[in-house]
Nanobody
Framework: QVQLVESGGGMVQPGGSRRLSCATS????????MGWYRQAPGKQRELVAA???????NYADSVKDRFTISRDNAKKTWYLQMNSLKPEDTAVYYC???????????????WGQGTQVTVSS
């Protein structure tokens, strides 16, 4: 049973920083893309940032130059460093990956349970 577990959420003041982590448990043979999504109340879930196995990154325009995604391939863990946080960054943040559970099996999307980030004074 593969699980993704986020940590690092909480409340932060505008202009502050927060670092989210996503750790995997269970067996994953290979991970291709690791990412972070968020969903604010009344809005659709949106991609925040993603990183490929080669280290190529992609960011939503709203977080460019403020957020940084990184990964530790050996630990099968990835991170989202969030700086200069704004109230509009308030959302539930979900980690996601596209991975194979074992050699030759299908590539599947896995999701964490979500962690709340609230930016407020």
């Amino acid at each position: 049973q593969v699980q993704l577990v986020e940590s690092g959420g909480g409340m932060v003041q505008p202009g502050g920083s927060r670092r989210l982590s996503c750790a995997t448990s269970g067996r994953l043979f290979r991970i291709n893309v690791m990412g972070w999504y968020r969903q604010a109340p009344g809005k659709q879930r949106e991609l925040v940032a993603a990183i490929t196995s080669a280290g190529n990154t992609n960011y939503a325009d709203s977080v460019k130059d403020r957020f940084t995604i990184s990964r530790d391939n050996a630990k099968k863990t990835w991170y989202l460093q969030m700086n200069s946080l704004k109230p509009e960054d308030t959302a539930v943040y979900y980690c996601n990956c596209n991975a194979q559970a074992s050699y030759g099996t299908s590539w599947l999307d896995y999701w964490g349970q979500g962690t709340q980030v609230t930016v407020s004074s």
